[in-house]
């Protein structure tokens, strides 16, 4: 299996001669952002994900994560990982300011993500994830609830979650069951929720859940609900994670791929009800949670074109090495030189700068829309984000299904054995 490396030039010519970087940054307002800082950033990115997270990738689909009396944990090697990508400033690339961010182009922060999902899917789901609570928060919630969450959210210190899907709901959110009774200044939240990605793990000292819950006089429907934060462990006076919360993870999901990623069964309000705080206006969570979402979309359609990318090095590396052709001298030469393996290269590799142009081209957009410079410049990008995010959601990750396929297919008979690595990347994908 090849080493991950970045596709730096690739990224670079999107970055330059497709958008125009510097252009939409002094577009944007930000004229001390250029080239050779973008550069400089995707270049320290491509280190940390070829050299950190790349070798844990196996490791935590091999491994796995673990369910024990205190929570949820990692798999080896990850805590450390993490630490380092904390340290290094990567959760806070594109957080605002105000809150320890450095407020770098949207644009730049998804070329720097693809190079964490393509090192380690599993390991990037957990600051994608606390990256869309930081926009929901930066969005809906209250100045307090910002001053106390914001700055640990986005250091890296604390982790979020997205807390939707309920078993007798699945992606019917008019369904949702789960309660939350006011109690003086805050509420106490009671239910469960599925298939919640990094619900619980070790790695920080607390986690930020995101959950949609229904107040005692809701209406009925998507119109009835609210969204609320719910911490699992309570900050005291000095805002450090103190009293354990009502929350917990009662099982983990066996999932085809991202074994190392924890995908929890979250059990809320067990022994009276976990202390949860609005975010937003009553009755109006779905439209707070649906700016998570749409972050969330985005980056999952961005998962996408990482794994394309990952698998076209691995099956490019193998067809160069695989010796199968005999020539009548008795001398072998590399499959990469049969035409219809060559085909399925290019195929591979054209999808990919496909995925990827579409990709930076849609975070672009989202730069342009927040900082436009009146409201009908705002609707007008806002329109073409709102086109532009379902596209990337779909499309991305349907064809990623068949770069990651074709990836096997080069890989013949050895396409099917675990240890190339690449049959992970088809179920990853």
């Not at 250029?34 to 490791?59: F, H, M, Q, R």
């Not at 959950?211 to 309570?234: N, Q, T």
């Amino acid at each position: 299996m090849a080493d991950y490396v970045h596709p730096y030039r690739d990224t670079e010519f999107v970055l330059n001669e497709v958008l125009g970087f510097e252009r939409l940054c002094a577009e944007l307002g930000l004229g001390d952002i250029n080239s050779e800082l973008a550069a400089a950033v995707l270049t320290e990115a491509g280190k940390l994900g070829a050299e950190v997270l790349a070798p844990l990738n196996a490791i935590g689909d091999r491994e796995g994560v673990r369910l024990t009396e205190h929570g949820v944990k990692e798999a080896p090697g990850f805590a450390d990982a993490y630490r380092l990508f904390s340290e290094g400033g990567w959760c806070s690339l594109t957080a605002p300011e105000a809150f320890g961010g450095q407020a770098l182009p949207n644009v730049l922060g998804t070329a720097v993500s693809e190079v964490w999902h393509a090192a380690n899917m599993a390991f990037a789901l957990c600051p994608l994830l606390t990256q869309g609570a930081i926009e929901a928060l930066a969005h809906h919630a209250s100045a307090p609830l910002q001053a106390r969450y914001l700055p640990r959210l986005v250091s890296g210190e604390w982790t979020g979650t997205m807390n939707l899907t309920e078993p007798d709901a699945g992606s019917d959110l008019a369904a949702v069951k789960a309660r939350a009774v006011p109690e003086g200044e805050h509420y106490r939240i009671t239910g469960q929720k599925i298939f919640i990605s990094w619900g619980d793990h070790q790695m920080t000292s607390n986690v930020i859940h995101l959950v949609l819950a229904r107040l005692p006089d809701a209406p009925a429907g998507v119109k009835g609900i609210s969204l609320f934060l719910v911490p699992k462990f309570l900050p005291n006076a000095a805002g450090e994670a103190a009293e354990p919360n009502d929350v917990r993870c009662v099982s983990l999901e066996h999932k085809l791929g991202i074994h190392g990623s924890p995908t929890c069964t979250m059990s809320f309000g067990e022994q009276g009800g976990a202390i949860g705080y609005l975010v937003g206006e009553p009755h109006a969570g779905l439209a707070c949670m649906f700016t998570m979402m749409n972050h969330a979309r985005q980056a999952v359609g961005l998962q996408g074109l990482a794994i394309s990318e990952r698998a076209w090095q691995d099956a490019r590396s193998y067809a160069r090495e695989r010796l199968q052709g005999t020539q009548r001298d008795g001398s072998r030469y590399p499959i990469i030189r049969f035409p219809d393996v060559r085909r399925m290269l290019m195929q591979m590799k054209a999808s990919t700068e496909a995925m990827r142009a579409l990709a930076l081209l849609a975070a672009a957009e989202l730069d342009r829309a927040r900082h436009a410079p009146d409201p009908a410049s705002h609707r007008a990008r806002q329109g073409r984000v709102d086109l532009y995010t379902p596209i990337i959601k779909g499309w991305l990750t349907e064809l990623a299904q068949e770069v990651t396929s074709l990836a096997v297919q080069v890989h013949g008979g050895m396409g099917y054995v675990e240890e190339t690595g690449v049959a992970r990347h088809f179920r990853d994908a």
